[in-house]
T-cell receptor
Framework: DAGVIQSPRHEVTEMGQEVTLRCKPI?????LFWYRQTMMRGLELLIY????????DSGMPEDRFSAKMPNASFSTLKIQPSEPRDSAVYFC????????????FGSGTQLSVL | QQPVQSPQAVILREGEDAVINCSSS?????VHWYRQKHGEAPVFLMI?????EQKGHDKISASFNEKKQQSSLYLTASQLSYSGTYFC???????????FGKGTKLSVKP
């Protein structure tokens, strides 16, 4: 199995631009998580899907952030408009079931907003 | 509610032992432990599902005290490869969302 695949690996953009991060979970996994990692806040849970349905989006910072999971093999995290404080590493992770299962992380997307 | 990890950082010599603690103000269903090396993604170490459960892998083990809402990770006879940041993650309910602590940075020196 290829593992969780994220793209792009690095993204540099200017403030105000739209940014879209992509994630392909491991086949057969039905839970998908988006995390943001910074030095100050560590790993923050942004949103969590189960069977393509958002279960908990309380971690999404503000309306500029949105996430979708149109099918079991693809999810996007969009930031519009982007701001410098959004600069972070964004990780996608998937697991086999809803609870008590280990998470497999993608390699992350390093986002820099200038 | 984010779990609290302690210490924030620890430096060891090869062969020394370390304990990393994780505590929560809420009742826990389970506790996960992950290790992240610099520039890489977190990697799963183990999950504890029941109060009082203890698990081990090689020289890394963990315990879960459900009543105290705490878990501890034990690293014995540390190796250089143990260096990294260790995160505990807690599931506080049936929703299944996993919340991580801020991490403990472990550095093992020769």
């Amino acid at each position: 199995d290829a593992g969780v695949i994220q793209s792009p690996r690095h993204e540099v953009t200017e403030m105000g631009q739209e940014v879209t991060l992509r994630c392909k979970p491991i086949s057969g996994h039905n839970s998908l998580f988006w995390y943001r990692q910074t030095m100050m806040r560590g790993l923050e849970l942004l949103i969590y899907f189960n069977n393509n349905v958002p279960i908990d989006d309380s971690g999404m910072p503000e309306d500029r952030f949105s996430a979708k999971m149109p099918n079991a093999s693809f999810s996007t995290l969009k930031i519009q408009p982007s701001e410098p404080r959004d600069s972070a590493v964004y990780f996608c992770a998937s697991s086999f079931s809803r609870i008590n299962e280990k998470l497999f992380f993608g390699s992350g997307t390093q986002l820099s907003v200038l | 509610q984010q779990p609290v990890q302690s210490p924030q950082a620890v430096i060891l010599r090869e062969g020394e032992d370390a304990v990393i603690n994780c505590s929560s103000s809420k009742a826990l269903y389970s506790v996960h432990w992950y290790r992240q090396k610099h520039g890489e993604a977190p990697v799963f170490l183990m999950i504890l599902l029941k109060g009082g459960e203890q698990k081990g892998h090689d020289k890394i083990s963990a315990s879960f005290n459900e009543k105290k809402q705490q878990s501890s990770l034990y690293l014995t006879a540390s190796q250089l490869s143990y260096s990294g940041t260790y995160f505990c993650g807690t599931e506080g309910g049936s929703q299944g969302n996993l919340i991580f602590g801020k991490g403990t940075k472990l550095s093992v020196k020769p």
